[in-house]
């Protein structure tokens, strides 16, 4: 609800760049118009709540039994749902499918964009993992499916791109490093990942225009010490984004601390890769044309190989998750607003400071969403 006056103030512990002070925001006309660091605003009686940027999931391909390759309506649903996790602006993500489907999705998401719900999460185009990934690490992507650059005319990719901000592509199949190239070129940025490359190539891939790595770890070379391969040439190269799925399912916790003291500040990305059966309880779905069983909170698929096709989880449960292993709460929350929109280049949004759009979440002390703004408008009701 907007204030008749265009005009409200925010009070908690606002959660900052790099630290967490107790204050004060003035919102106007949907943007922070002051920020005032209060000291004593914090030693009332009543218990503040944090108060922080909006989170921001670039790679999620559903929620609340909504599908981002469904239909419109579940498009909307999806904004809509996500918005209660506290994530303000997203990409609605497709997966390997035959291309006509996927430039159908294209087609459909860009259709939609400018008729999305306002209050729902605000989409910011859309992300395609696939069909351009290696068949050894395709994890649940349909194998009958993938492609090499190299065989698929350009002519056929080019109607992608109008839209599409990230894409996951291997470095090593055959076209590989021209399509990262090219693509680069055309402003969308290109995620290394679903990799089989040695380290050499993985660094080609980063070379040739690569800005992000898929979800670390997953479906891709690791730290082995006589053979690196993507995850440690990831690690190690400062400018390289790197995704990681903190549901405590796709990565032991234990190596989460070897990601936030290796890269720089600003390089960690927290992503859901969350299904549409997310938040929808237990049961079978259909990713791509592959079946999938969501039990508790594992996403496998349904061919008893155990491989893990995706989460269950929103953006607030993964910042939850890292504070609970021993991120920082400003670290944790920045890898879930501000470093995701700096890898697409979205600078008005993301942080508690003057001028910036007023896409706030407000979170309790365990680090659950009690409210979310968007756009100075508070968008869901206080638990
Ligand atoms: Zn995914």
């Known amino acids: 609800m907007r204030a008749d006056s265009g005009h409200l103030e925010v009070r908690g512990h606002l959660v900052l760049d790099d630290a967490v002070a107790p204050g004060r925001l003035t919102i106007e006309d949907g943007r922070i118009a002051a920020v005032d660091i209060d000291d004593e605003a914090g030693k009332g009686a009543e218990a ?11 790679h999620v391909h559903g929620w609340g039994g909504h599908d981002a390759m469904g239909s419109t309506d579940d498009l909307d649903g999806m904004a809509r749902v996500l918005l209660q996790h506290g994530v303000t602006s997203f990409l609605p993500t497709g997966v390997t499918n035959p291309l006509p489907v ?17 209050d729902g999460a605000e989409p910011l185009g859309f992300n395609i993992e696939g069909p351009f990934i290696s068949p050894a690490r395709r994890g649940a992507h349909n194998p009958a499916y993938l492609m090499t650059p190299a065989e698929v005319r350009w002519a056929e990719i080019e109607p992608l791109v109008e839209g599409l901000r990230l894409t996951t592509i291997a470095p090593e199949i055959p076209g590989g490093l021209e399509l990262i190239t090219r693509m680069q070129a055309l402003g969308v940025r290109v995620s290394i990942g679903h990799s089989a490359a040695d380290l050499d190539t993985a660094i080609a891939g980063y070379d040739a225009g690569g800005t992000s790595t898929t979800h670390l770890f997953n479906a891709m070379t690791g730290i082995d010490h006589r053979a690196p391969g993507v995850a440690v040439a990831a690690l190690t190269r400062d400018d390289a984004f790197v995704e990681l799925i903190a549901d405590e399912q796709h990565v032991h916790p234990a190596l989460w601390p070897i990601i936030w003291r290796t890269k720089p500040a600003g390089r960690l990305l927290l992503v859901s890769d969350a299904l549409s059966l997310a938040g929808a309880g237990d049961g079978r779905l259909s990713i791509g044309g592959l079946e999938v069983d969501v039990k508790g909170d594992r996403c496998t698929l349904a061919d008893g190989s155990g491989t893990l096709a995706g989460s269950v989880i929103a953006l607030d449960t993964a910042v939850r998750n890292m504070t609970h292993h021993g991120a ?17 280049g979205v600078t008005d949004r993301g942080r508690i400071a003057v001028g910036q759009r007023a896409d706030l979440v407000e979170l309790d002390d365990d680090v659950r969403v009690r409210r979310v703004m968007r756009g100075g ?5 206080g638990s």
């Open 48 to 58: 503040l709540p944090y108060v922080a940027p909006g989170f921001v999931d670039v």
């Open 328 to 344: 920082a709460l400003p670290v944790a929350v920045a890898a879930a607003s501000r470093n995701p929109l700096a890898l697409l």
């Open 377 to 381: 408008d508070w968008l869901t009701a």
């Open 102 to 118: 996927i430039r159908a999705f294209a087609d459909r998401v860009r259709a939609w964009i400018p008729c999305a719900p306002a």
